[in-house]
């Protein structure tokens, strides 16, 4: 079934730690996103990427990192986790032209990122 | 640019109530409109769509119209149950510069009491 999948679904660490944050997605989509969810809801764009090997910052500026190295795989790494990293962060994907509904995005299930 | 604004929440309202959660937008050119809607714990899901003007999107009992006259697209729902508790979003698509991406409201929680 086409899907997409983020791992891990939660994830507690301590300051200075670097963790990788996994998306994959099986719907062949070219386009992909990561967005950080504050408290209050609001989405925020931090990364998205049009195909292979092409990443672009978003409109949340993110000391967070993105490499698009495969089609289906989208890691975003912190190098160095501080509280402030501290996020609800949800990765998306999304197709081209009219059957793709428009840039329709169909989102992951999020990983809910502590840092300590 | 592109925005979405969202009457702002908390909604609280019993079971069986109409409900009304107002977007407006300001976009160029004719944008796609969405809902999505975000259960506790979970991604977004995409609850209904517009690709053009006067468009109605429907979807497990609600609806909501694109209305290019009042860059509008309200969504309704007849009778709210309590499992409808979740983040609501209103979002567009643009092309040009924005091609690809969301631009999205901030979200209006809607709690349903029994």
């Known amino acids: 079934e086409a899907d997409i999948y983020q791992t891990p679904r939660y994830l507690v660490i301590g300051t200075g730690k670097k963790i990788t944050l996994e998306c994959s997605q099986t719907?062949?989509?070219?386009?992909m996103y990561w967005y950080q969810q504050d408290p209050g809801m609001e989405l925020h764009l931090i990364h998205y990427?049009?195909?292979?090997?092409?990443?672009e910052k978003g409109d949340l500026s993110s000391e967070s990192t993105v490499s698009r190295i495969r089609t289906e795989h989208f890691p975003l790494t912190l190098e160095s986790a501080r509280p402030s990293h501290t996020s609800q962060y949800l990765c998306?994907?999304?197709?081209?032209?009219?059957?793709?509904?428009?840039?329709?995005?169909?989102f992951g299930p999020g990983t809910r990122l502590t840092v300590l | 640019g592109d925005s979405v604004t969202q009457m702002e929440g908390p909604v609280t309202l019993s079971e069986e109530a109409f409900l009304t959660i107002n977007c407006t937008y300001t976009?160029?050119?004719?944008?796609?409109l969405f809902w999505y809607v975000q259960y506790p714990g979970e991604g977004l899901q995409l609850l209904l769509k517009a690709t053009k003007a006067d468009d109605k999107g429907s979807n497990k009992g609600f609806e909501a119209t694109y209305r290019k006259e009042t860059t509008s697209f309200h969504l309704e729902k007849g009778s709210v149950q309590v499992s409808d508790s979740a983040v609501y979003f209103c979002?567009?698509?643009?092309?040009?510069?924005?091609?690809?991406?969301?631009?999205f409201g901030q979200g209006t929680i809607l709690t349903v009491h029994p």
């Open positions: 976009a160029t050119g004719y944008p796609s």
């Open positions: 719907m062949g989509h070219d386009k």
């Open positions: 998306a994907s999304s197709g081209t032209g009219y059957a793709a509904g428009y840039n329709e995005q169909f």
């Open positions: 990427s049009y195909g292979v090997n092409s990443t």
């Open positions: 979002a567009l698509s643009s092309g040009g510069t924005s091609y690809g991406k969301l631009t």
